[in-house]
């Protein structure tokens, strides 16, 4: 056998090149298999940044049909509970300039979350079918409440209840939620001149 | 003498100590009333465990602590439980929380009081277990639950316990005053401490040079010990935790980590003071020494305030003169808040009552431009920038504040000590902190809200998905009735006729039992034969006086229904043979 290769330098090789190939093409057939990339990486990162509250205002049913329309071209401000921030998040991940929240989809709200009045509640089931994220609780004929943790005050349940029996109020802030707010502004931040009174840096 | 480590920054603001050490611990008259916040600690709130009414004793446990971190709280003297609702509380919010008032009998009278003198032969987790009960929590101010604390020793052996008597910042005098007068309690509490963590190699009690009288007192009762007592010169903030365990040994905590996990512990003083008396006393946390200072004050001295009183019993009780007063701050000048009420009760943390003269400590200037002068740089005890912090913090740039390590900031307030264009530094550090934290809180939210809606998503297809296999076999069930039907139904012939049939006969074979379908046959034929009767009856009334017609239709109706009647006993007697 080798006697007969080191005969034949061109059988020696082609049987090498093909040997070579053979791995190679597996080596890739398997890394490909491997380290399949099962959705577009994009979509999951722009559905990171959306909030998630699963409302609808963009005209998707929900979060990721946006973040997928996003990622195919569509517009970036038309998330009114994300507000600015989300808008910016998203223009920098894309690397585009942000602009602002597109007044069609609604207008940046304080967050709410629903309640229903439980006397007047006569146990339709048409909100728990409306809500998005399963966040209220009841059966037929029986009454519903509001699961408020879960809630993401996407408004979509207050629409089908036949007796406007829920209601959008917004979060109460405890102490425990209390945070330190940021002094006001009243200076400048670097003093550039010798008067110091110029330009913001930020 | 032992090796001691200097600490990056630091500033050195006046003492202000001498004033409020003139006088020995001094004691108030039992306040009217006592209100207890459920949170008087770090972490979550305690769950009451009294109702409004309850005659309560002293040291009687009101609300007991909630799981994870928590600490329980007791009665600080007898009387009845006369509200338990939200009141205004000590906390830079101004915002109320969930409090148990209690309206002193004036008794006094102490609960049965479970003690351990001889806590040598108690196992290390009965010790903790007491501790926890005693609700005790941390009292430098921080007021972290000293068990769970505690608990770390089970997790990795502690060689180290340093306890804390540093007290570096300006005005308290808390922790001095104890040690000078009870320095041998706080030994029998290291004493405890060092038999529950299972005797630790070193245990060092770290002070600052500016305590004479109690490095003394300290070394005193340390003799034959084994305990060593490490002074150093003062400086602001030697007190933190971090910055302690540098100075006594070394060894920087890292980010993020805990002293635990270098295998130390570290106690403030005062909280060993009061592991004392839960153990050998069988006292609960009810009273701790407050420092009261400030020229507004008439007497500049420390108490041992009963933990619920009022502010202004401790400051009424002293001459407070509104007037002169700039603002009452609760802790020291440096890292206090302002409070927005003197009715807010003193809770566990509550170090100082400070009520400075306008002069004293005058309202904030406006702040200037910064003109990068990096003094609070150099000023940072953690090494930070706290420049550039401040520019990320304006421009709300979290990721970059994250990467400048902003949560590593003690909030010490040195950088806005130094700062020369006054600017509130450390407040756009607190706030900053805040956002990130609630950035981080929406964004798990948000998570738990998009498993949900898939989770949902999923549940919906899965139901159209059976719902559409449900109907699938109903269609395949009629076609075979159908293909079935020309059998059974061709007497009959028209299709109407076929569909009741088969109706019927599904009716038929849907019967469970015979005894089932007997007593509907039954109660089929007592229908039929009441219908029978009736249609003779009109079949005669008719045949008196009705036309030819009527009477044909009668007499129909009549055979219609004897011949229903024939049926059903036909088939009653097929069913019960």
């Known amino acids: 056998?080798?006697?007969?290769?080191?005969?034949?330098?061109?059988?020696?090789?082609?049987?090498?090149?093909?040997?070579?190939?053979?791995?190679?093409?597996?080596?890739?057939?398997?890394?490909?298999?491997?380290?399949?990339?099962?959705?577009?990486?994009?979509?999951?990162?722009?559905?990171?940044?959306?909030?998630?509250?699963?409302?609808?205002?963009?005209?998707?049913?929900?979060?990721?049909?946006?973040?997928?329309?996003?990622?195919?071209?569509?517009?970036?401000?038309?998330?009114?509970?994300?507000?600015?921030?989300?808008?910016?998040?998203?223009?920098?991940?894309?690397?585009?300039?942000?602009?602002?929240?597109?007044?069609?989809?609604?207008?940046?709200?304080?967050?709410?979350?629903?309640?229903?009045?439980?006397?007047?509640?006569?146990?339709?089931?048409?909100?728990?079918?409306?809500?998005?994220?399963?966040?209220?609780?009841?059966?037929?004929?029986?009454?519903?409440?509001?699961?408020?943790?879960?809630?993401?005050?996407?408004?979509?349940?207050?629409?089908?209840?036949?007796?406007?029996?829920?209601?959008?109020?917004?979060?109460?802030?405890?102490?425990?939620?209390?945070?330190?707010?940021?002094?006001?502004?009243?200076?400048?931040?670097?003093?550039?001149?010798?008067?110091g009174m110029h330009e913001d840096a930020a | 003498m032992r090796q001691i480590w200097n600490t990056p920054g630091g500033v050195h603001p006046p003492d202000n100590k001498e004033q409020s050490l003139t006088k020995n611990i001094g004691h108030l008259p039992l306040p009217e009333k006592l209100i207890l916040p459920l949170t008087q600690h770090a972490g979550t709130a305690a769950k009451a465990c009294v109702v409004v009414g309850e005659k309560v004793l002293k040291g009687q446990k009101l609300a007991s602590a909630s799981a994870g971190i928590s600490a329980a709280v007791h009665a600080p003297s007898s009387g009845w439980i006369t509200a338990i609702e939200e009141r205004s509380v000590a906390h830079p919010s101004g915002m109320s929380a969930a409090c148990i008032e209690i309206t002193c009998d004036g008794e006094d009278r102490w609960i049965e009081r479970v003690s351990y003198p001889n806590y040598q032969q108690a196992s290390a987790m009965q010790l903790r277990d007491l501790i926890a009960d005693a609700g005790i929590a941390g009292l430098g101010g921080a007021g972290f639950p000293s068990a769970i604390k505690l608990d770390s020793g089970t997790k990795k052996p502690i060689d180290t316990l340093i306890i804390n008597a540093t007290e570096c910042e300006p005005y308290i005098t808390a922790d001095d005053i104890l040690i000078r007068e009870r320095a041998d309690q706080i030994i029998q509490g290291i004493d405890i401490v060092s038999h529950l963590l299972g005797k630790p190699k070193t245990i060092l009690?770290?002070?600052?040079?500016?305590?004479?009288?109690?490095?003394?007192?300290?070394?005193?009762?340390?003799?034959?010990?084994?305990?060593?007592?490490?002074?150093?010169?003062?400086?602001?903030?030697?007190?933190?935790?971090?910055?302690?365990?540098?100075?006594?040994?070394?060894?920087?905590?890292?980010?993020?980590?805990?002293?635990?996990?270098?295998?130390?512990?570290?106690?403030?003083?005062?909280?060993?003071?009061?592991?004392?008396?839960?153990?050998?006393?069988?006292?609960?946390?009810?009273?701790?020494?407050?420092?009261?200072?400030?020229?507004?004050?008439?007497?500049?001295?420390?108490?041992?305030?009963?933990?619920?009183?009022?502010?202004?019993?401790?400051i009424q009780h002293n001459n407070f003169n509104q007037a002169l007063c700039s603002r009452l701050i609760m802790g020291g000048p440096m890292m206090g808040f302002s409070l927005a009420s003197s009715e807010v009760p003193l809770i566990k943390t509550s170090t100082c009552i400070l009520a400075p003269s306008h002069?004293?400590?005058?309202?904030?200037?406006?702040?200037?431009?910064?003109?990068?002068?990096?003094?609070?740089?150099?000023?940072?005890?953690?090494?930070?920038?706290?420049?550039?912090?401040?520019?990320?913090?304006?421009?709300?740039?979290?990721?970059?504040?994250?990467?400048?390590?902003?949560?590593?900031?003690?909030?010490?307030?040195?950088?806005?000590?130094?700062?020369?264009?006054?600017?509130?530094?450390?407040?756009?550090?607190?706030?900053?902190?805040?956002?990130?934290?609630?950035?981080?809180?929406?964004?798990?939210?948000?998570?738990?809200?998009?498993?949900?809606?898939?989770?949902?998503q999923v549940r919906l297809e899965k139901a159209d998905i059976a719902r559409e296999s449900k109907r699938e076999a109903r269609r395949l069930n009629t076609e075979q009735a159908k293909k079935m039907s020309p059998s059974t139904t061709q007497s009959t012939g028209s299709s109407a006729a076929d569909i009741?049939?088969?109706?019927?006969?599904?009716?038929?074979?849907?019967?469970?039992?015979?005894?089932?379908?007997?007593?509907?046959?039954?109660?089929?034929?007592?229908?039929?034969?009441?219908?029978?009767?009736?249609?003779?009856?009109?079949?005669?009334?008719?045949?008196?006086?009705?036309?030819?017609?009527?009477?044909?239709?009668?007499?129909?109706s009549v055979e219609a229904a004897r011949r229903k009647v024939e049926q059903t006993t036909q088939r009653l007697t097929e069913v019960s043979h």
């Open chain 2, 205 to 314: 009690i770290g002070i600052e040079n500016n305590k004479p009288e109690a490095i003394a007192a300290l070394n005193q009762h340390c003799q034959g010990t084994g305990i060593e007592v490490v002074y150093f010169p003062t400086k602001y903030p030697s007190g933190g935790e971090k910055q302690l365990i540098y100075i006594l040994t070394g060894k920087e905590v890292p980010s993020g980590q805990l002293p635990a996990d270098l295998g130390m512990v570290c106690l403030n003083s005062g909280t060993a003071f009061a592991i004392k008396r839960a153990v050998i006393d069988g006292e609960p946390l009810i009273s701790r020494i407050t420092t009261l200072a400030g020229e507004a004050c008439g007497v500049n001295r420390n108490y041992e305030i009963l933990i619920g009183t009022p502010v202004s019993h401790l």
């Open chain 1, 1 to 195: 056998m080798m006697s007969l290769l080191t005969d034949n330098t061109m059988l020696a090789a082609l049987l090498a090149l093909v040997g070579l190939g053979t791995l190679f093409g597996g080596l890739l057939g398997y890394a490909a298999e491997k380290f399949k990339v099962g959705s577009d990486p994009i979509v999951q990162q722009l559905d990171e940044l959306l909030p998630q509250t699963q409302c609808g205002q963009c005209g998707f049913p929900g979060c990721r049909p946006y973040a997928q329309s996003i990622a195919d071209g569509d517009a970036i401000n038309k998330c009114p509970p994300g507000g600015q921030s989300t808008i910016n998040a998203i223009a920098n991940l894309l690397d585009i300039s942000a602009p602002s929240l597109d007044e069609e989809h609604g207008e940046e709200e304080i967050r709410t979350i629903a309640y229903i009045r439980e006397d007047e509640c006569i146990g339709c089931t048409k909100c728990i079918q409306a809500c998005p994220v399963d966040a209220i609780l009841g059966a037929a004929k029986l009454m519903h409440t509001v699961i408020a943790d879960e809630c993401t005050g996407c408004d979509l349940c207050v629409e089908p209840c036949p007796v406007d029996c829920i209601d959008m109020l917004p979060i109460v802030e405890n102490i425990h939620q209390w945070q330190w707010s940021a002094p006001e502004h009243s200076a400048d931040l670097i003093a550039t001149t010798a008067s």
């Open chain 2, 359 to 456: 002069t004293e400590i005058p309202d904030d200037e406006p702040p200037q431009p910064c003109i990068r002068c990096g003094l609070c740089s150099e000023a940072c005890p953690a090494s930070l920038l706290p420049q550039q912090l401040y520019w990320y913090s304006r421009a709300k740039d979290h990721e970059r504040l994250q990467s400048h390590n902003l949560f590593d900031c003690i909030e010490c307030g040195a950088c806005s000590y130094v700062c020369p264009s006054n600017i509130p530094l450390v407040q756009y550090y607190r706030s900053s902190k805040g956002d990130i934290t609630n950035a981080l809180a929406t964004k798990a939210t948000a998570a738990i809200s998009r498993e949900r809606f898939e989770f949902r």
């Open chain 2, 500 to 556: 009741i049939k088969a109706a019927q006969l599904r009716g038929i074979t849907k019967q469970a039992s015979p005894e089932q379908q007997k007593a509907k046959l039954q109660r089929t034929l007592l229908a039929a034969q009441m219908r029978l009767e009736e249609a003779q009856q009109r079949l005669v009334q008719v045949t008196n006086k009705g036309s030819a017609d009527q009477q044909a239709q009668q007499l129909a």
